[in-house]
């Protein structure tokens, strides 16, 4: 009865990947259903909080409608019986959505005529078998399938599972002994895995190891969490082998999974493009800015909502570019958009005598020079007013300092200087100093050296809190902490060398464009199948010592066992960067080459296998930059995937909730 999802995907397909989890809920899934174009076959689109969420990444309210949905509701909320009408069920495969199911199609007045069910994920088969059991709801299942579409997608190559809490549930400090640690481990494996069962791809399935490296080091349990989560992604992969139709029995892609400690600096550094600045600096609720507009009547000034997404053309070509780059681009199309547009140069006549013929040129083309006008001046408006906060705060030189750290070029002297100067500086933006500087120099972070930097960059209570919660993050090595003492010292394989050296043949196009998170080196060694064996294993391997090794956890999915060792990070050697990426191409209308497969018919073809990224505890701007660029690079399509995305205000506080205790200058013991 129960039918997993079809072949959708054909060879060939140059869409993204977030195309495709479109195509397949409005095509697949709505589609199928629709029985014929009069309005008796309208549908009820019903579903839950989570397959909600999932739909509104994909699709607009307009694409739905046209599949043939009039109304759309949500399962547990109290709905009119529509008898004469079908239902689409959009839900998770869990006992409550079940119950809701079978009480709204049981008994002798059922809500609607027939129901069309689709799971967001794999359904256990002690609830299939509660289905099947109802005699009277059966008959009325017009279809019973599993979607396995059960993933948030926030941009063209971009995807969420959202986890806002993996932090705290997988890394705090009591996380070894939360109920909370399997389910949460196996939903998380469910969303990504549903990310292949769409796209009919079996990855290679890689992810940082945890490996002893001498006799006294002890593994943290945050250690072994990409292990277990590889695991469990591994296993549900292997199960859709067998389960859905033509689903590959060969490795057709890769997967990397790592944790935040691959790179502490990416979700606390001031990244300069367009797209972070706006998160960072502006009070944005998620992707909507609300500016004050003049009022067309010349009243009061009126706020407007404005959504920074991907059906904007001018925020899909300045987003990845550096703020000083995207101020120049907007400047050159107000320049270009008034030297072609009649009407606009009109209206630069100031008040010059116009003929009718110039009025009624001017009527045709107002339309469309309002409808232009309205999405640059937005755009003026938000990189002025970014430039206003740049230098109100003084942020450049802020900037100067953080990039020198993290490439070597300064160290304590420069820090404490600045923290001298600047002793208004805004708590967050000193704290935020202070945990780079933590992070690239944890030895020199140490009982009353890190002190002395606290009481003189004055942190609160709170904000120590958050930096000494770092070492959650990234593994403490136990054998330099003593009992209240202030350190962050990782064990010594993690904490390599921090300076940074210039690649030859590579220079900077604008100023404070040097920092690049570390995911990209990773990528490309990923791609050059050149990782580090002994920090980066693979399930896929017969040898790997984790691949065999593994225990059930609830829901059926495997974790790997665990064993004695110690976690190591990726070198954090970063190296400048040229910045000449960011100079994408558009056309004079707008329209958008955001993504390297929106290429000549042919040239799709010439893309190598899928790159996925997971990173667990949130990924950042920078990192989905970075894919972006090496989708370009290396002509594959690379792919991230996070528990969240971060912005860096909310992952400092996520930091802050890793432990229970306050750090306080007063109790610290040196």
């Known amino acids: 009865m129960l039918v997993p999802d079809s072949d959708f995907l054909h060879a060939g397909n140059a869409k993204t990947f977030r195309q495709i989890s479109r195509d397949r809920l409005l095509y697949e899934m709505l589609r199928t259903s629709k029985s014929g174009d009069s309005r008796s076959s309208w549908k009820v689109l019903i579903m839950d909080k989570v397959t909600v969420k999932v739909m509104s990444c994909s699709c607009k309210m307009s694409d739905i409608t046209e599949q043939g949905i009039s109304l759309v509701e949500d399962l547990y909320r109290r709905r009119q019986p529509l008898p004469s009408m079908d239902a689409i069920y959009f839900i998770q495969p869990s006992k409550e959505n079940i119950i809701m199911l079978l009480s709204d199609m049981s008994g002798r007045e059922p809500l609607y005529r027939k129901a069309y069910v689709y799971f967001s994920s794999p359904v256990p088969k002690h609830l299939l078998t509660h289905i099947k059991n109802d005699c009277s709801v059966v008959p009325r299942i017009a279809a019973l399938r599993e979607m396995n579409l059960e993933y948030f997608g926030i941009d063209n190559q971009g995807f969420i599972t959202d986890h806002e809490k993996a932090l705290e549930e997988l890394f705090s400090d ?14 998380m494996a469910t969303r990504i895995a549903t990310v292949f069962a769409s796209l009919k791809e079996c990855p290679f399935v890689h992810y940082r190891a945890a490996k002893g490296l001498d006799g006294t080091t002890v593994t943290t349990f945050g250690d072994l969490v990409p292990t277990k989560l590889a695991a469990a992604v591994w296993n549900i992969i292997t199960t859709y082998k067998t389960l859905i139709p033509n689903f590959p029995q060969k490795e057709t892609c890769e997967l990397l999974i790592v944790d935040r400690s691959v790179d502490q600096v990416a979700p606390i550094i001031h990244e300069w493009t367009y797209d972070a600045m706006c998160h960072d600096l502006l009070n944005l609720d998620g992707n909507r800015y609300v500016p004050e507009v003049p009022s067309k009547s010349g009243g009061t000034p009126e706020k407007k909502e404005v959504l920074l997404e991907d059906h904007d053309p001018v925020w899909l070509e300045i987003r990845h570019t550096h703020i000083a780059e995207a101020g120049e681009r907007l400047h050159e ?16 006549r100031n008040g010059s005598e116009l003929s009718t013929r ?21 755009h003026v408006e938000i990189a002025g007013k970014l430039n206003k906060i740049i230098r109100d705060m003084g942020l450049r030189e802020l900037g100067q300092l953080e990039q020198d750290l993290v490439f070597g070029d300064a160290g304590t002297k420069e820090v404490i200087n600045f923290l001298r100067k600047n002793q208004e500086e805004r708590n967050q933006n000193k704290l ?22 606290m009481q003189l960059a004055r942190l609160s209570d709170s904000d120590m809190k958050a930096v000494k919660n770092m070492t959650l993050v990234g593994g403490c090595d136990s054998r ?50 050149e990782l580090p064996k002994d920090e980066y294993h693979c399930m896929n391997n017969p040898t790997d010592p984790f691949n065999n090794g593994s225990r059930k956890i609830n829901g059926g999915a495997q974790v790997a066992s665990t064993r004695a060792g110690q976690a190591t990070i990726a070198h954090s050697m970063r190296s400048r960067r040229t910045a000449t990426w960011a100079r994408s191409h558009f056309s004079d209308d707008g329209s958008s080459n955001d993504s390297v497969l929106n290429t000549a018919p042919g040239d799709s073809k010439k893309m190598g296998q899928r790159i996925f990224v997971f990173i667990i505890g949130g990924a950042t701007r920078s990192e989905l930059r970075v894919c972006h660029k090496l989708t370009a690079k290396l002509r594959r399509e690379v792919i991230l995937g996070a528990t969240s995305l971060d912005d860096p205000s909310q992952y400092i506080e996520k930091l802050k909730l890793l432990s229970e205790k306050e750090v306080s200058i007063s109790n610290l013991k040196i």
């Open 174 to 187: 009591d996380a070894e002994n939360s109920r909370r640690f399997d389910a949460y481990l196996n939903e």
């Open 333 to 348: 199309k107000m320049a270009n958009f008034v030297s072609k547009n009649k009407a606009a140069q009109m209206q630069q």
């Open 358 to 378: 110039d009025l009624q040129k001017m009527v045709q083309a107002l339309p469309q020079y309002n409808e232009q006008m309205e999405k640059l001046s937005v």
């Open 432 to 453: 935020r100093l202070m945990m780079i500087y933590a992070t690239v120099y944890p030895e020199k972070f140490e009982g009353d050296k890190a002190l002395k930097l």
């Open 480 to 529: 330099s902490v003593s009992k209240g003492t202030f350190s962050l010292m990782f064990d010594s394989e993690k904490r390599k060398s921090m300076a940074r050296t210039d690649r030859s043949g590579e220079e900077e196009t604008w100023a404070l464009f040097r920092f690049y998170p570390m995911i990209e080196e990773l990528i490309e060694k990923l791609s050059k199948g």
